[in-house]
């Protein structure tokens, strides 16, 4: 078990639903990211926090919600989803916001089907 | 703007044999480097990484890197591969870039070891 647990493992919404994604990390970190994982693409930033604020949005679609609301806990909000939205979504903390040297810890993912 | 490319997709390799994972990247600063593993239905786990000093990094699971600046490549080595080496292998670059030290990811390289 790593240091930063995600919920739920495996997720399959319609598209007309709402649900979230649950990540929480046990290391002390202050900063928190979600990223997509698609089959042989490089891994996409979503959205960065650093101390509970949004410090970064990658140009991500609004059907798309991050929440967090401690330096421990982030949230992803799902609404009206495309089938080109499944993907692996990563969950990883750093110490601060700048990862340079210490690299992410990650969690296991949520691996999300939309049909 | 940095960049990663990893010149391999997939890499078969028997069991016991040798390997090398080949990275390459672009950056016009100084860069730290990352390998991290992502073994089946689990998240990414930092392998090895370069900061500074020696440009021979060792890391966990008997992997080493060596970083070669004038060929702007961090290839990752190991001198006999186990089964339990099949994964999937990412190459990662950080450099400060708009203030921010975000890693940039390559694309993924699929170790598979055949016994």
């Known amino acids: 078990e790593t240091g930063v647990t995600q919920t739920p493992r495996h997720l399959v919404m319609g598209m007309t639903n709402k649900k979230s994604l649950k990540c929480e990390q046990h290391?002390?970190?202050?900063?928190m990211y979600w990223y997509k994982q698609s089959a042989k693409k490089p891994l996409e930033l979503m959205f960065v926090?650093?101390?509970?604020?949004?410090?970064e949005n990658n140009s991500v679609p609004s059907r798309f919600s991050p929440e967090c609301p401690n330096s421990s806990h982030l949230f992803l909000h799902l609404h009206t989803l495309q089938p080109e939205d499944s993907a692996l979504y990563l969950c990883?903390?750093?110490?601060?916001?700048?990862?340079?040297?210490?690299?992410?810890?990650f969690g296991s993912g949520t691996r999300l089907t939309v049909v | 703007a940095q960049s990663v490319t990893q010149l391999d997709s997939q890499v078969p390799v028997f069991e016991e044999a040798p390997v090398e994972l080949r990275c390459n990247y672009s950056?016009?600063?100084?860069?730290?480097l990352f390998w991290y593993v992502q073994y089946p239905n689990q998240g990414l786990q930092l392998l090895l990484k370069?900061?500074?000093?020696?440009?021979l990094v060792k890391g966990i699971n008997g992997f080493e890197a060596e970083f070669n600046k004038s060929q702007t490549s961090f290839h990752l080595r190991k001198p006999s591969v186990h089964i339990s080496d099949t994964a999937e292998y990412f190459c990662?670059?950080?450099?400060?870039?708009?203030?921010?030290?975000?890693?940039?990811f390559g694309r993924g390289t699929s170790l598979i070891v055949h016994p």
């Open positions: 990883a903390s750093s110490q601060d916001w700048n990862p340079g040297t210490d690299g992410y810890t």
């Open positions: 290391l002390g970190h202050n900063a």
């Open positions: 950056s016009s600063v100084s860069v730290y």
């Open positions: 990662a670059v950080s450099s400060l870039s708009g203030g921010s030290y975000i890693p940039t």
């Open positions: 926090y650093n101390f509970k604020e949004q410090t």
């Open positions: 370069y900061l500074s000093g020696s440009t």
